[in-house]
């Protein structure tokens, strides 16, 4: 099978979607001619031209207004904000527009936009290129969150993204976006609330996302070495959220970690931890433990950046405190 | 008679259907005020002195364009068409209401109609008309989007993103700020420049596209402007805006304080938009006080009976909270 | 307002540096350039002097031993009391940027349960004492190998090989968990065993009489019930404790009990297993009663539709392995009792009376009796009863 860059696969699923669909278009700042901040969108302006790969001023929140506007009178959308901490600047219209429409219309029209952008840090972005806001989206009924953390994945996911008739924030990883990941050339989609079991094991279950996936698994191939098992579940998406593959992998193993780049304090983790000890509190064997960026902003030089994002050696002590 | 005036231009059945829908809106609004105080729960902000505005550049509108509002929604709705059963269900929050009872006032909305929701928030419905302009270049028909939004809004960010897309994709928005003196609480002249406040079309300029300023209290200038700047996004020229000056009769919502002084009112009062309009189609002709009382009756009856309406429609089932949420799950 | 003292790097090949004179001690005051101490390097010897005005508030380096360069030595502080600084401010000036290179996997959170006030509650997973209640295992015999003893699921497991392991280490078979009846049954009788002292007696009764007038009854078609031996035995029975109230009792709270109703317990065999039901007030009802509710009561047992009111309330309880042909055997008593009566099967002998030989039918009837209520005198003296009874059956007409 072919490798392809993580970015080229959602470039590849953007460009088949907007082949079949002619009212289908992209918006955002730098990526028409000039390729994507991050090279994602590449050489779709030259395909598709100026209309459907549309440059736009820097008005993060106009941008995803005008994708309501034009997705609720018939011509889908995808939003490019290239990096997440831009995205509370269009926090209105994500929040009070996109989201709320089907609801308090009662179902006139629903708003078939994805909002795409990228988490994360690993790049010496600095304090406000770096951060990871998930969880903000979980917490807005409305809205679909969706987080890949392979080519493979982003493909297939995007995919039912831009087909889906409601609002979803995809958010990719801006470490990933060179990383080459195997993706077939025929045609394919994966849908939204199904999880991926990245590697079996039965030892504990760490439920991890997006680049921490990654690390996860360099982890599990270490404790391999001295038999430790370990279950990688990635979830794909975390609205809607695959409660069934997650549950049954805590109900094998006993013991639960949650991986997410995103600060401890007020993550993803704590939703999930939450999810577990309600729904499967009697299978438990140890405390639930998250692993996540230290409470703190995320500074530029690597040995401040790495003491404040999560790192293998956290990864791993996260999981050798459960299965003592 | 005056042979120049402009009402002229307007043909007499135009100008009795924006006549009756003026008093209509007027009917409604006041109608509301007493029921929002007494048999609804919410908010309502009325639209009472403004009528002109909304029926002006609606009655130009054909049904297939789109228009976006604002928390001050009722009028443009009524004016873009919308049923008054089916407004008044919606105030009450009856299954009967355009949404089912789920938004209430602020967020009313009839697509079929081209209305795409009154907003709760001042500028959120700005880009969505930008959208929509979008919209209809990517799909090359020839309608248009207007926003309608109060010079308050105006001074959101938003207001700026979405002016300044429009004017640079060159799309069909027409952007219509209806300066009624009173943001909330607030003067304008606290939060414009002096040398902007008499004229704030001239926000225009600093996109690109024409902006004109219009007594928003005479709808036969509301009426004609509106028709020229449709024509100019229709024919593919952009975006035009039309700065509506007028005056918020009523407080910000209904049953709000009012700090206004009540001469500043009156002086308002002089000049409303619906008794302007009576005394030039009398004078012209084209109104005869019978015909008034007519009319007044008619959209009397019709309110009433939609009022009617709305208290007999049943309260939804409390499983619709949860429907909506998405088109689809997962 | 912290400053360190740096062990002073005299040499590029130094790494270490020796204090061989204090001339300051902690809580000192001292003022910038005042000489604190004399450091030996590999190449050269220093007096090291505090760079500003303060109170020697910290010394790392010890006396004749080798300390690291570029590492504090020392601490000067604007105050003499350490409770002055900050906690996390002694911290980092106590070790340098380079020190703290190396990173170290966090700190480990501790994620024992802590001791709290509950300190009478086991300490368990979720799992484990789910696992426990599914296998009817009391979790405080378990011991606990999780974080600060914490009992967890693996611990359960072991626990319950073992306990299988204990009873038969080399013989295979398979677990069979009891059914709610049994768990109860076991229960009681467990208990009976800790708590009640029993002593048995036994006695061989002549029912040749009771056996020909019980035929003879039953063959009458106008008596519409059948009577059986355990009919006559409660009849027998009920009416020997009114007169021996101390087997119609129980020990309670130090005290003996004496129930005023005679209630007796049958014991009955159910599809679902062993059932004890009671008949109330068996004194009170003569024998034909006795038939009609000893026939209902275990009709509804047989069926699995008794009510609570039917096992409930007993005295003193009968029980008859005759059927399967049990010639005796030592019953344990039922808790709340005083005694219990074990009915074995007819034996049919001969009997020499005066030189002739007649067939005479016996039962062996074993009496177990809570010492702390009942002597051997008095449970004799219950038997001798029990026994005329029967060979005078007339009497149970009544």
Redesign the interface.
């Known amino acids: 099978m072919r490798t392809i860059e993580f970015r080229q696969a959602i470039r590849e699923a953007m460009s088949e979607e907007m082949r079949k669909d002619p009212t289908l278009f992209l918006l955002g700042y730098d990526v028409g001619e000039y390729g994507g901040e991050f090279r994602v969108s590449g050489d779709m302006f030259k395909e598709f031209g100026p209309r459907r790969v549309q440059d736009t001023p820097i008005s993060e929140n106009a941008e995803v207004g005008l994708a309501v506007g034009a997705a609720i009178t018939g011509c889908k959308a995808i939003v490019e904000i290239p990096f997440m901490d831009f995205i509370p600047m269009a926090m209105d219209a994500i929040v009070n527009q996109a989201a709320k429409f089907h609801y308090t219309f009662a179902g006139q029209r629903s708003v078939p936009i994805v909002i795409r952008t990228a988490q994360g840090g690993y790049i010496r972005a600095a304090e406000q290129h770096s951060q990871c806001f998930e969880n903000w989206f979980v917490n807005v009924p409305g809205l679909k969150v969706v987080m890949p953390s392979t080519g493979y994945d982003a493909k297939g996911l995007l995919k039912t993204a831009i087909n889906d008739p409601d609002p979803v924030v995809f958010i990719e990883h801006k470490y990933m976006y060179p990383f080459k990941f195997e993706v077939p050339e025929e045609e394919y989609s994966i849908p939204l609330g199904s999880a991926d079991i990245k590697r079996e094991g039965s030892d504990v279950t760490i439920i991890a996302t997006s680049y921490m996936v990654h690390l996860t698994l360099n982890v599990a191939e270490k404790l391999a070495k001295e038999g430790i098992s370990v279950e990688v579940v990635d979830p794909r998406s975390l609205v809607p959220l695959d409660e069934e593959k997650i549950l049954d992998s805590v109900k094998k193993t006993n013991k639960v970690v949650i991986v997410h780049e995103a600060h401890v304090r007020g993550g993803w983790g704590g939703e999930m931890a939450a999810v577990i000890a309600e729904k499967a509190f009697y299978d438990l064997d140890a405390p639930i433990v998250r692993v996540g960026a230290k409470n703190a902003p995320i500074p530029f030089p690597k040995v401040l950046e790495e003491h404040v994002l999560p790192s293998e050696a956290d990864i791993e002590t996260a999981i050798r405190q459960v299965i003592v | 008679m005056n042979a120049t005036d402009p009402i002229m231009e307007v043909t007499g059945e135009d100008l009795l259907k924006i006549y009756e829908n003026m008093v209509k809106i007027r009917m409604f609004e006041t109608r509301e005020y007493d029921l929002i105080q007494t048999e609804q729960e919410g908010f309502a902000h009325s639209y009472v002195g403004e009528e002109a505005i909304a029926v002006g550049v609606c009655s130009a509108l054909r049904k297939d364009d789109y228009i976006t509002s604002t928390h001050r929604g009722h009028g443009h709705m009524i004016a873009k068409g919308g049923d008054l059963k089916q407004m008044y269900g919606e105030l009450y929050g009856r299954v009967d209401g355009y949404c089912q009872g789920k938004s209430g006032s602020l967020h009313i909305a009839d697509f079929e109609l081209g209305v795409l929701g009154a907003n709760g928030i001042v500028s959120g419905g700005i880009p969505i008309a930008v959208g929509a302009g979008y919209s209809i270049q990517m799909r090359k028909t020839d309608q248009v989007a207007v926003a309608f939004f109060g010079e308050g809004a105006m001074n959101q960010g938003l207001f700026h993103e979405a002016a300044n897309m429009a004017s640079v994709f060159h799309l069909p928005v027409i952007f219509i700020v209806e300066v009624n003196h009173w943001q909330c609480g607030v003067r304008y002249e606290t939060v414009y420049h002096d040398e902007v406040i008499n004229d704030v079309s001239v926000r225009a300029k600093a996109y690109g596209f024409p902006g004109v300023k219009i007594d928003g209290n005479d709808v036969v200038e509301v009426f004609n402007t509106a028709k020229k700047a449709i024509a100019h996004a229709r024919s593919g020229k952009g975006p035009f805006m039309i700065a509506c000056y007028t005056y918020r009769i009523g407080t910000h919502f209904m049953g709000d304080i009012d700090i206004r002084p009540e001469s500043e009112v009156e002086e308002w009062r002089k000049k409303d938009p619906i008794n302007n309009l009576e005394k030039r189609m009398v004078r012209s002709g084209l109104l005869s006080g019978a015909e008034i009382e007519e009319i007044k009756d008619k959209v009397n009856a019709e309110v009433e009976g939609a009022i009617e309406f709305a208290r007999m429609s049943p309260e939804p089932e409390p499983e619709l909270a949860l429907k909506h949420v998405y088109a689809k799950f997962p | 307002m912290i400053t360190r003292v740096i062990m002073p790097q005299l040499s590029l090949t130094m790494q270490t540096g020796t204090v061989t004179q204090w001339m300051k001690s902690v809580g000192d005051k001292v003022a910038a350039g005042d000489a604190l101490c004399v450091v030996e390097g590999d190449k050269a010897t220093i007096d090291v002097e505090s760079p500003v005005d303060g109170y020697l508030i910290k010394a790392f380096a010890e006396l004749d031993e080798e300390f690291p360069v570029k590492q504090p030595l020392a601490l000067i502080g604007d105050s003499p009391n350490l409770q002055d600084y900050d906690e996390e401010e002694l911290q980092d000036a106590s070790i340098t940027a380079a020190a703290k290179?190396i990173?170290?996997?966090?700190k480990?959170?501790d994620?024992s349960p802590k001791n709290t006030e509950h300190s009478g509650q086991i300490k368990a997973?979720?799992?484990?004492?789910?696992l426990a209640k599914e296998h009817n295992i009391d979790i405080s015999l378990v011991t606990g190998t999780?974080?600060g003893g914490v009992i967890?699921?693996?611990d359960v497991l072991v626990f319950i090989s073992n306990q299988s392991e204990d009873s038969s280490p080399e013989v295979r078979g398979k677990t069979q968990p009891l059914s709610d009846l049994e768990k109860v049954l076991a229960s009681k009788m467990s208990l009976s065993n800790q708590e009640i002292p029993h002593f048995h007696l036994a006695i061989d009764l002549d029912v040749t009489k009771a056996e020909a007038l019980r035929k003879q009854l039953n063959d009458q078609p106008e008596l519409e019930k059948h009577i059986t031996l355990t009919d006559i035995f409660v009849w027998v029975t009920s009416r020997a404790l009114r007169k021996h109230s101390r087997l119609n009792a129980t020990f309670m709270d130090g005290q003996i009990f004496l129930y005023e109703q005679v209630n007796i317990g049958l014991a009955v065999d159910t599809p679902k297993g062993l059932i004890v039901v009671v008949i109330k007030d068996a004194d009170k009802k003569s024998l034909t009663e006795l038939a009609d509710a000893r026939s209902e009561i275990v009709a509804r047992a047989v069926d699995g539709e008794q009510t609570p009111d039917d096992l409930s309330g007993g005295t003193f309880t009968i029980t008859n392995l005759g059927m399967f042909g049990i010639k005796s055997f030592s019953p344990i008593i039922v808790p709340g009792q005083a005694g219990i009566l074990g009915v074995g099967s007819v034996q049919e002998l001969e009997k020499r009376d005066e030189g002739v030989f007649t067939g005479i039918k016996t039962i062996n009837v074993t009496l177990a009796c809570d010492h702390r209520i009942v002597d051997g005198v008095e449970g004799a003296k219950f038997l001798k009863d029990v026994s005329e009874s029967f060979s005078a059956p007339g009497s149970w007409l009544v």
């Open positions: 290179k990173k170290e996997p966090d480990r959170v994620l997973s979720p799992i484990a004492k789910r999780g974080p967890v699921k693996e």
